[in-house]
């Protein structure tokens, strides 16, 4: 069964320092998502794009995170400069089109910074 | 902003009972949809039930949707202890391309 690889798993880094996570969604997925999750809460969006464009980052902030999915397959998602508060999971997941459809997640990558 | 709001926040019962859960939300829907996480994982989509639909089922799983008081159930029946998980609903508001999930509801079924 086809499924949406994230990595690293887990990511530990210092405040001030960079960190990139990666995505690969399910082969034949147009839609790709990257959530922010802080333990206890649901899933918040980051960013959403339909091939290789965005379509909602509204709430990504963007004077340290960035997000780009360049021939509209897997996708990087990176924090510079890392704070405290980035302290989450952050979780990848794809669906057929957008809006509608039911999204497959990946297992995550769980960032602690200190 | 989370758009949907689950109840209880958490739930505790014993293997075999039954469990319930339910989903208030704000705006006008396509479709809602629950999934499920377990601790420290991604999240496992259950079921998807659209503004057109009142009931759907799906192996022990049970949805309402009440389009007219913006709520969802979900019933979990005959209860195992592999349900443990937090159980979260989604929704993907009409006319937008954004599906906005709520808090959660923590299950812990003890066996």
Known sequence: ?114 | SQQGEEDPQALSIQEGENATMNCSYKTSINNLQWYRQNSGRGLVHLILIRSNEREKHSGRLRVTLDTSKKSSSLLITASRAADTASYFCATATTGGFKTIFGAGTRLFVKA
């Open chain 1, 1 to 114: 069964e086809a499924e949406v690889a994230q990595s690293p798993r887990y990511k530990i880094t210092e405040k001030s320092q960079a960190v990139a996570f990666w995505c690969d969604p399910i082969s034949g997925h147009a839609t790709l998502y990257w959530y922010r999750q802080i333990l206890g809460q649901g899933p918040e969006l980051l960013v959403q794009f339909q091939d290789e464009s965005v379509v909602d980052d509204s709430q990504l902030p963007k004077d340290r995170f960035s997000a780009e999915r360049l021939k509209g397959v897997d996708s990087t998602l990176k924090i510079q400069p890392a704070e405290l508060g980035d302290s989450a999971m952050y979780l990848c997941a794809s669906s057929l089109a957008v809006g509608e459809e039911t999204q497959y997640f990946g297992p995550g990558t769980r960032l602690l910074v200190l």
